[in-house]
């Protein structure tokens, strides 16, 4: 923290830094007090409440720790060279005010509560070893520059914005190398094969996972409140532990049908733990999430990875291609198996609406927000879109408006 | 047994049939629209390619002799390849032909040694597409030029002179003959010159490449002329396609359609071999599937692509 | 060329005078050594005629029966006891490997101006033997003529099997000498091929017995029989047939007399000779060429990759 201008006073650091982890602690508390509550659950809360307490999640990790925005930089790269992998991004609201200085008004919430987070002396800079940034939205890349004077090790990753055409599929493959370059350097050793492929193996039994307790959610067999603790905990810490914990909570809700009446498909914005606003509220209106589009859940780990190769250049180049390709996300300029893809999922999850939740300053899910609505009334789907912050000031009109919605699926 | 496992079984038994069944007496005539090498000593049936070359069944054959008995004869070997063709389609290629078997047991060494396949940009693909096309049309030119316009004997059976399975396959009978350059006359030093370079150059695009010679193959393009009447359809539902490309990726011939098709249903292409590598790699339910007729042969799957990552340890 | 038996003149000349003056007459037409009956000792001979391949696949094959002295000329109105037999079997498959005796079944001669020619007609790949034999008589003597050859004519009518039924040729049919060819014909006789010939009178077999073959320009070259009664004829490879096509063929005959008692016995036989399929393979040229073809190939491609070209 070099830069003066960039120094938060070290009182307003103290001041929220107890608020974040105090949020932290909030939510967790309250999702502990919930009727649905598991013990398996602790597994998930643990590592994403530990994100306020670095220390005590280094302790726990013991390995070194790479943070990262997005699911394009493939988890398995960081897996086989030792890292563990830590999402950044962050929903909290103390932090929002100490960024705020530093971005326009209309900022995206989650890059202010991310910045902040970068800002506070304890955070992400004493949580992990370094930083990988894939530049997604425009906000995405900018945040190396707002980062400039932070000093860490940053390596930012160019997404080419066509993916499809064969320029777009080759540049991402040498950002792929660039990545493997770079984590190779920062962790002293060369990967090998036989780690990428053990690596690949440790993930498939973890989409394995995540696709069961998506189909779980959609049986209406896991809140979707719970699963999507589950699915934000993915990107974050171990692996394995992950996958064994969430097979542990499929099977102990196995047959049992918890969840509200009403489906539907949530599209937008990511939603992320503390701010657990929109599938609150959802849950409050009786509305059960039963698929969503999420890069924060269903679209993590999207597709299998598979090479025909054992060699290191087919497996990078599956890695490259499937988090690339497979994903749906709307900065993507060629993206137009996306409307398709969710109504597919609906169909076939018997879903009749949608809810698009649009962060203020989000604006890549907006501009699609507009193309969706008439794809989907078209097709004789329920839309409904919310645009909101991550602050709890509107919850009640759009409670009204997501009650609305209920009774018109049903 | 999955998928992969149980392709390669096939492979083996029909590569071991055809290879080495005429040694029992298994005689399936010469209308097999696979690379069952007729130079095969004791091999079950034979290559169509011979046939349709050939002076009795084929383009050498003079025009007077089209509409007596020979002429219905080299008719009846055409429906026989032809009934062969609809019926099984592609399958023959992606198992049944030893040939193709060969060029995957070549790629599997390369794979065992972790060596890269080679890559090829879009364009370099795109462009050797048709030469399969110039070898077809060559080989039915060049008998029809020495059964009417007087060229040399020597050149008769032109593809078989030049394929590489000529001095390959009789290996596996023991034969080592064809790996010489015949030094009878001219004709004969520069077919068999330009057949030894062919194998080299094949051998070694099969070991850097899947399914190398399967580019360049004329059967296959003779083949794929009765996609669209054979009985075996690969179809794919745009709608649920992710566009993650693992079938472009897996596609021993690098085929893109599959993946890049957005809005029709039909997406069996003239290169395709049915090997169905990209429906068993394919991530979502249902989304490419192989069908003969209306009964369904493969279909995608998460849960097998899952399997097909974790070599078969996650079921 | 000589394999086995010895190509020794002088003691055939002793042994055989006869025979000598025939092949020096041959040689020699116009010698002054030549007799009146030598000059009037007739051959048979079969030469071939065109393959004609019928529309409906059936191949016909002529062969015209010569007879002829050694001035050439025709002595087929003086013959008698003229019979000739033709055995046949498939050309592809286990039965081509001819373990049992050859079953002959007399076949029609047709007479047109003069000229004598039998067809061998097949609708399916048949490997057929020939055999002529005649009589004929010179100042008393009787010459017991004989002529052979053994050919493959590839017919290719649909449904063609059975060949048609005629009358079978006892054993006793046969008189004269035989010239028989070891091992039996599986493919077209070819150039650069060992023919080991066995040259017998009934059952026994003529030891120290001149064999001439006439190449196709009838330049002879002579052989003696072994012991065992066999010589090995390799014939020469042919570069004017290298040039032809892998069908054409030359003809070439074997010709062998003997004297026994009053009776003279000669006997001919006509190989049509292909050129040679695999004689001229050059496996090592092959080798060569592949392994150069193989190096460059596979070392370009380890080239690009390393340049980071795409391959």
Excluded at chain 3, 265 to 291: C, E, I, K, P, Y
Aim: charged fraction near 20%; include cysteine; glycine fraction near 6%.
């Amino acid at each position: 923290m070099n830069n003066p201008l960039l120094k938060v006073p070290e009182a307003k650091q103290q001041v929220v830094m107890r608020k974040t982890r105090q949020e932290y602690i909030a939510q967790t508390a309250l999702l502990k007090r919930r009727g649905d509550y598991l013990p398996h659950y602790d597994y998930f809360l643990d590592i994403l409440s530990l994100r306020a307490e670095p220390e005590k999640f280094r302790q726990k990790i013991n390995r070194p720790v790479a943070a990262l925005n997005c699911l394009q930089a493939p988890l398995e790269i960081f897996d086989a060279l030792g890292f563990v992998p830590y999402r950044f991004c962050s929903s909290t609201v103390s932090g929002q005010d100490v960024a705020a200085s530093r971005l326009p008004a209309l900022a995206c919430p989650i890059i202010k509560s991310s910045l902040s987070s970068f800002l506070m002396g304890d955070s992400i800079e004493s949580l992990a070893d370094l930083t990988v940034i894939a530049g997604t939205c425009d906000w995405m890349v900018r945040f190396p520059e707002l980062l400039e004077a932070h000093g860490g090790k940053i390596h930012f990753m160019e997404l080419p914005h066509i993916k499809e055409s064969e320029r777009g599929r080759k540049r991402w493959i040498e950002e792929i190398y660039l990545l493997k370059d770079f984590l190779e350097k920062e962790s002293g050793r060369k990967m090998s094969r036989r780690n990428l492929r053990f690596s690949l193996e440790k993930y498939a039994a973890a989409r394995l996972a995540l696709r069961n307790l998506l189909e779980a959610r959609s049986r209406k067999e896991i809140p979707a409140l719970w699963c999507m603790i589950m699915t934000n905990a993915l990107m974050m810490g171990d692996v394995e532990g992950w996958t064994s914990n969430v097979n542990k909570v499929i099977q102990a809700q196995s047959g049992r049908l918890c969840c509200p009446e009403a489906s539907v498909f949530l599209a937008g914005s990511p939603v992320m733990f503390p701010n657990l606003k929109i599938p609150q509220l959802l849950e409050d209106a009786g509305i059960h999430v039963a698929a969503d589009e999420l890069c924060t859940s269903e679209r993590i780990l999207a597709g299998v990875p598979l090479a025909e190769d054992n060699s290191e250049y087919a497996l990078l180049k599956a890695l490259a291609e499937q988090y690339h390709l497979g994903c749906s996300c709307p900065t993507y300029a060629d993206n137009e198996r996306r409307l398709d893809n969710i109504m597919a999922i609906m169909r076939d999850r018997n879903i009749s609406g949608l809810v698009l939740h649009i962060l203020k300053g989000c604006h890549p899910y907006d501009i699609c927000s507009f193309k969706m609505e008439q794809v989907l009334r078209e097709n004789g789907f329920h839309f409904l879109r919310i645009e909101t912050d991550q602050s709890r000031e509107d919850s009640k009109s759009l409670l009204l408006r997501l009650e609305a919605f209920s009774a018109v699926i049903q | 047994m999955n998928i992969t496992n149980l392709r390669a079984a096939l492979q083996l038994l029909f590569f071991a049939v055809l290879t080495y069944g005429g040694r029992a007496g298994l005689r399936l005539g010469h209308a097999l629209p696979c690379f069952s090498c007729p130079y095969v000593s004791g091999c079950a049936g034979q290559c169509y390619l011979m046939a349709l070359q050939n002076s009795f069944w084929g383009m050498e054959m003079p025009l007077a002799a089209i509409f007596t008995s020979r002429g219905l004869e080299a008719l009846l070997v055409l429906t026989g390849f032809l009934l062969l063709t609809l019926l099984l389609g592609k399958i023959w290629c992606g198992w049944i032909c030893p040939f193709g078997t060969l060029q995957d047991w070549i790629a599997a060494l390369r794979r065992k040694l972790g060596i890269r396949e080679s890559q090829w940009s879009w364009m370099q693909t795109d462009r050797l597409k048709p030469v399969k096309y110039a070898f077809l049309a060559l080989l039915l030119v060049i008998p029809l030029f020495i059964a009417h316009m007087g060229l040399h004997d020597d050149f008769t059976l032109p593809f078989c002179q030049m394929c590489p399975a000529k001095p390959v396959m009789p290996l596996f009978a023991g034969r080592t003959d064809y790996f010489s350059i015949d030094t009878t006359n001219s004709i004969t030093i520069f077919m068999t010159s330009l057949s030894m370079v062919l194998a080299a150059i094949f051998l070694v695009g099969m070991f850097f490449k899947d399914r190398f010679f399967c580019i360049f193959c004329p059967l296959l393009a003779l083949i794929s002329i009765f996609d669209r009447i054979g009985f075996v359809r690969f179809s794919k539902n745009v709608k649920t396609c992710i566009g993650c490309a693992n079938c472009q990726r897996i596609c021993p011939v690098d085929i893109r359609s599959v993946h890049t098709e957005t809005s029709k249903q039909n997406v069996m292409s003239p290169e395709c071999l049915a090997c169905m590598k990209c429906a068993e790699s394919c991530p979502t339910d249902g989304t490419l599937s192989f069908q003969w007729l209306r009964w369904t042969l493969f279909t995608s799957s998460f849960a097998g692509a899952i399997r097909k990552l974790a070599g078969g340890r996650s079921r | 060329m000589i394999k086995s038996g010895r190509a020794v003149v002088f003691p055939a000349l002793l042994c055989s005078v006869p025979f000598l003056l025939v092949l020096l007459i041959l040689m020699m037409p116009q010698s002054a050594l030549v007799g009146d009956a030598d000059v009037q000792l007739p051959h048979l001979r079969i030469v071939y005629g065109e393959e004609q391949a019928l529309s409906d696949g059936t191949v016909m094959l002529p062969l015209e029966i010569h007879c002829e002295n050694i001035q050439r000329r025709n002595c087929l109105e003086n013959l008698s006891a003229v019979t000739v037999g033709v055995a046949s079997l498939p050309a592809f498959g286990p039965s081509v490997k001819q373990t049992k005796p050859l079953v002959y079944q007399a076949t029609p001669v047709i007479r047109t101006g003069g000229r004598w020619m039998i067809q061998l007609s097949t609708g399916s790949p048949r490997s057929f033997a020939v055999r002529v034999q005649a009589r004929s008589a010179i100042n008393g003597k009787t010459i017991c003529l004989t002529a052979e050859t053994n050919c493959f004519v590839f017919g290719r009518k649909r449904g063609a099997k059975a060949e048609s039924k005629a009358e079978t040729l006892t054993p006793a049919w046969f008189f004269g000498l035989g010239m028989s060819i070891n091992p039996p014909f599986y493919y077209w006789p070819q150039t650069e091929t060992p023919l080991e010939v066995t040259l017998c009178l009934g059952r026994r077999v003529l030891p120290k017995t001149m064999i001439t073959v006439f190449d196709e320009s009838f330049q002879p070259t002579r052989y003696l029989t072994d012991s065992a009664g066999r010589v090995v004829y390799v014939p020469p490879d042919d570069p004017a047939l290298n040039r032809l096509s892998e069908k054409a063929a030359k003809q070439v005959f074997l010709v062998s007399v003997h004297n026994e008692g009053n009776d003279c016995f000669v006997a001919t036989r006509t190989l049509r000779l292909h050129r040679n399929r695999l004689s001229h393979f050059q496996s090592d040229m092959g080798l060569v060429l592949f392994g150069a073809t193989a190096t460059i190939t596979g070392g370009t491609v380890i080239w690009m990759r390393r340049k980071g070209r795409q391959a």
